[in-house]
């Protein structure tokens, strides 16, 4: 029975296609919409009203129609990042100890302070263009930078990398310890600095490990 307004039943087809045996290579969560095939850990949603409803900051691992078409490149990389590894098994992340920062006109920084001094462990900073946040808030970054409290920038663009080395302000929030997210989403940032914080790393092993590709989160 055709569901007129609905893309489901090709979606559905579609995803049953790439879990065939053909493509028993591919380890980790996929979405498989709109002919594209997208790392879970990239997807976000970009409309709830139009048939091209996900997208992702990354690119996409393959792409689906009459046929199926995998990158290579991306693929060997998969099969790198799951080369026999048994998943993690943690079931208490830390994540009410990260908060998130919109940089919007007005934001104070007494109320950012509080925040500080509540116990937070990490803070995601949303910023503008690749990461350039306003020169008022070096000093937050100097406080955070002071307790050893992680902060990773990332921007408000939606398919936008927060690079932070393109403009004036963001790099010199990279001299004050902000480190940069370049295409990983909010929801992965969140996971993934609470999954280093339950892994017991340090402030000093953030800079590295943020910006290395664990799951194919950096693509």
């Given at each position: 029975?055709?569901?007129?307004?609905?893309?489901?039943?090709?979606?559905?087809?579609n995803?049953?296609?790439?879990?065939h045996?053909?493509?028993?290579?591919l380890?980790?969560?996929?979405?498989?919409?709109?002919?594209?095939?997208?790392?879970g850990a990239?997807?976000?949603?970009?409309?709830?009203?139009s048939?091209?409803?996900f997208?992702?900051?990354t690119?996409?691992?393959?792409?689906?129609?009459?046929?199926?078409?995998?990158n290579?490149?991306?693929i060997?990389?998969?099969?790198?990042?799951f080369?026999g590894?048994?998943?993690?098994?943690?079931?208490n992340l830390?994540?009410?100890?990260i908060?998130?920062?919109?940089?919007?006109?007005?934001?104070?920084?007494?109320?950012?302070?509080?925040?500080?001094?509540?116990?937070?462990?990490g803070?995601?900073?949303?910023?503008?263009?690749v990461?350039?946040?306003?020169?008022?808030?070096?000093?937050?970054?100097?406080?955070?930078?002071?307790?050893?409290?992680?902060?990773?920038?990332?921007?408000?663009?939606?398919?936008g990398?927060?690079?932070?080395?393109?403009?004036?302000?963001?790099i010199?929030?990279?001299?004050?310890?902000?480190?940069?997210?370049?295409?990983?989403?909010?929801?992965?940032m969140w996971c993934?600095m609470?999954?280093l914080?339950?892994?017991?790393y340090?402030?000093?092993?953030?800079?590295?490990?943020?910006?290395?590709?664990?799951?194919g989160?950096?693509?």
């Amino acid at each position: 029975m055709q569901c007129y307004g609905s893309d489901a039943q090709t979606n559905l087809a579609n995803s049953i296609r790439l879990i065939h045996k053909k493509h028993k290579e591919l380890k980790g969560v996929f979405a498989v919409f709109n002919s594209q095939i997208i790392s879970g850990a990239n997807l976000f949603k970009i409309s709830e009203e139009s048939f091209s409803g996900f997208g992702s900051r990354t690119t996409p691992i393959g792409s689906i129609g009459v046929n199926i078409i995998l990158n290579k490149k991306l693929i060997q990389m998969n099969k790198e990042l799951f080369s026999g590894e048994k998943p993690s098994c943690i079931t208490n992340l830390p994540v009410d100890k990260i908060f998130s920062v919109t940089e919007s006109p007005g934001l104070n920084k007494q109320y950012l302070k509080a925040v500080i001094d509540s116990g937070v462990k990490g803070i995601i900073w949303r910023s503008y263009g690749v990461g350039d946040p306003s020169q008022e808030y070096l000093e937050i970054f100097d406080i955070l930078k002071e307790r050893k409290i992680p902060i990773i920038m990332t921007t408000q663009i939606k398919t936008g990398s927060a690079s932070m080395d393109v403009n004036e302000p963001g790099i010199l929030a990279k001299k004050h310890g902000v480190i940069p997210a370049y295409r990983m989403s909010l929801p992965i940032m969140w996971c993934k600095m609470a999954y280093l914080f339950e892994k017991g790393y340090k402030y000093e092993d953030f800079f590295e490990l943020m910006n290395k590709n664990l799951k194919g989160e950096l693509v």
